[in-house]
Structure formats: C-alpha cells, structure tokens
T-cell receptor
Framework: QKEVEQDPGPLSVPEGAIVSLNCTYSNSAFQYFMWYRQYSRKGPELLMYTYSSGNKEDGRFTAQVDKSSKYISLFIRDSQPSDSATYLCAMSGNRGSTLGRLYFGRGTQLTVWP | DTAVSQTPKYLVTQMGNDKSIKCEQNLGHDTMYWYKQDSKKFLKIMFS???????INETVPNRFSPKSPDKAHLNLHINSLELGDSAVYFC????????????FGPGTRLLVL
C-alpha cells in the first residue's frame, strides 16, 4: 500500500463547476499537507499548504484536512479552463522518515471545458 | 528571473551512456532535492542536500550520484543509463527542511533508447 493514495482520474467538468479532489494517507506522522498544481510539461507549483487539521481558503481554492480520517481535500469553486492541470497532494512530517521530504499522491488530471 | 533552473530540458541518449543534469537555484535556499516522476506521474524523492551535505538518500541504484558544489547548485550524474531510467527529473529547493517552501524546477525529460 502506498503511503498516499490519490485517484488519478481523469476528471472532466464544465466551466463554473465545483471540483473536489481528495487524497487518503496511512502514516499518522504526517503533519503538513500540500496541494500542488502541475501544468503539462511544467514543474509542480505549490497551491495550498495546511498544517495539521482544519480548513484553509485562498480565493477559489479551499483545502481541508481531517487527520482523524486521514483524508484531505481540495475544492475549486467556479472552475475555469485555466484550472485544467494535474493536481498532486503531498505530505510531510516533523519526525523520523517523514521529516524534510514530501510524499506525493499520484495526481488527479483535471480538465475544465468551456 | 527563474527561481530553480535545470539543464538540459530534454535529454535523449542511448542505453549504457553516462549523462549529467544540472540544477541551480537563486532563492538563497540551503536545501536542494532531486525527484523522479515516472510515466504515471508519480513523483518520488531521490536525494536531498542541506548546505552541501547529503541528508536524504532514497533507495536508488548507485549508478545515480548527486553532487553539490555549493548551496545554489545540485547536479545529478547517471552512469550506465538503462531503459527504466526514462522519466522526468525535477530539482527542487527549500529553506532548511521546511517543505512548505519547496520550489520545483521545470524538469529534465530523459529518454533512454
């Protein structure tokens, strides 16, 4: 079992839809949770960062972390064609083998059509 | 101003060859990383250096050897290239081990024939 599981999709939605992306994980040592966006043939860029449990909002993006369920989500409101990309969840911890490194999900490919 | 840059962008080579990929960051970070992204987009850490010292060395073949001449540079040398080495290699940097500050380069697409 991989440490971080993410449905690769693909996910295709019309412009304006609310998109929900999710990851589950198995290592309870994870404390830092991130979402990266990767456009085709580009490097990943950090979208959202959350420490421990809770919600964080940034514009049209909301990240949620439920540590009790080992489940994280990214919501995109009013999705735009420019949101079409692969979204990768990533996690890290502050002890042992989780310190100083990112564990990535496989990424979900999202297409938003006009 | 490119924060993390890699050269070359594309690398096509024959099996058995030796090749190097270079990475430079101008963010003033002191930790740098190499990641490998396979054909299914799975991104996995290979190495990390903090202040030129190797701190993470994942289970990768010893044909892969990283070198950090200074804090701003981290190179990856690969000996005796194999078909399975074909992937996209990403360099990244961060301030200390604060992964939330990690910036990625544009990637080097390696194809081994």
């Amino acid at each position: 079992q991989k440490e971080v599981e993410q449905d690769p999709g693909p996910l295709s939605v019309p412009e304006g839809a609310i998109v929900s992306l999710n990851c589950t994980y198995s290592n309870s040592a994870f404390q830092y949770f991130m979402w990266y966006r990767q456009y085709s043939r580009k490097g990943p860029e950090l979208l959202m960062y959350t420490y421990s449990s809770g919600n964080k909002e940034d514009g049209r993006f909301t990240a949620q972390v439920d540590k009790s369920s080992k489940y994280i989500s990214l919501f995109i409101r009013d999705s735009q064609p420019s949101d079409s990309a692969t979204y990768l969840c990533a996690m890290s911890g502050n002890r042992g083998s989780t310190l100083g490194r990112l564990y990535f999900g496989r990424g979900t490919q999202l297409t938003v059509w006009p | 101003d490119t924060a993390v840059s890699q050269t070359p962008k594309y690398l096509v080579t024959q099996m058995g060859n030796d090749k190097s990929i270079k990475c430079e960051q101008n963010l003033g970070h002191d930790t740098m990383y190499w990641y490998k992204q396979d054909s299914k987009k799975f991104l996995k850490i290979m190495f990390s250096y903090n202040n030129k010292e190797l701190i993470i060395n994942e289970t990768v073949p010893n044909r892969f050897s990283p070198k950090s001449p200074d804090k701003a540079h981290l190179n990856l040398h690969i000996n005796s290239l194999e078909l399975g080495d074909s992937a996209v290699y990403f360099c990244a940097s961060s301030q200390d081990t604060r992964v939330e500050t990690q910036y990625f380069g544009p990637g080097t697409r390696l194809l081994v024939l």
